[in-house]
């Protein structure tokens, strides 16, 4: 029996199994991709960004004013969403309401992400005391719920889009700043960024080349999320009086208007929540997406 045969078999006689093929590491661009080819995720998120941006291409109705012969309408092919107890469109409502929610959630999330990423970096990478501050910060916004802090901010200043965005966001910072700083550890621990700084690498270019492009994937991803969460919230917050003042359409004041009215038209409540209910899945889903995206 020859040596090739004898390390290719057992001691008894049998042959051994073929080894477990192996798979190259996939490309940088391939998860992307995968991502992007998830359409039936993006089509209702840009129809819901089209609204925003282009309400009257999709509804000729006037929000604002109605017709009083027509109130208190069910759901038809002249109103898919049905009229309120003014006679205005709700479906035009909704669409004209899109572009006022989406840009206080916009607001939020953008204050959020912001201050949220910059404490979590100060707290990874400019030492202990930096860590230990920034970490009590985030510790005292965790203790109070986040609505109740919007709610706080919200109350405290004039009510509107503006307080209502800057409460929301702040009560958001916390999130983005643990996973911020959770990331910034996980990276710094790599040998990558240590044979960087031994070789003489100053900070900002390390943090700039060799940390913030691995943080980057995991703050989208709970950006995506924290949109859908601010969205609720600032309905929330509207349905409560605190948002955009009458008539001005908005997604939390169109389901208060009709909480009145809902034994004789459940439209005017359910109809809007499921636009709600709708666009904050398809932001956890994306945000899931985009994390699965990034992660190699």
Known sequence: MSVLTEQNTTPAGLPLPEPAPTTAAPAPGRPVRRWLGRWWMLLPLGLLLAWALVPGAFSAADPITGIPAQKLSAPSPAHPFGTDHLGRDVYSRVVHGTRQTLMTAGLACLIGSVLGSVLGLLAGTAGRAADAVAMRLVDVLLAVPAFLIALILVTA???????????????????????????????????????????GGGYFTVLRRHILPHVIGPVLALLAVDLGAAILAISGLGFLGFGAPPPTPEWGLLISEGRQYLSVAWWLTTLPGLVIVTAVMLTAALGRSINRAFRF
Do not use: C, K, N, Y
């Open 157 to 199: 200043t004039e009510p509107g889009p503006l307080s209502l965005g800057l409460g929301v966001g702040i009560a958001s910072i916390a999130a983005f700043a643990r996973l911020v700083r959770t990331e910034v550890l996980r990276v710094r621990s790599h040998d990558f960024v240590q044979a960087a700084l031994m070789s």
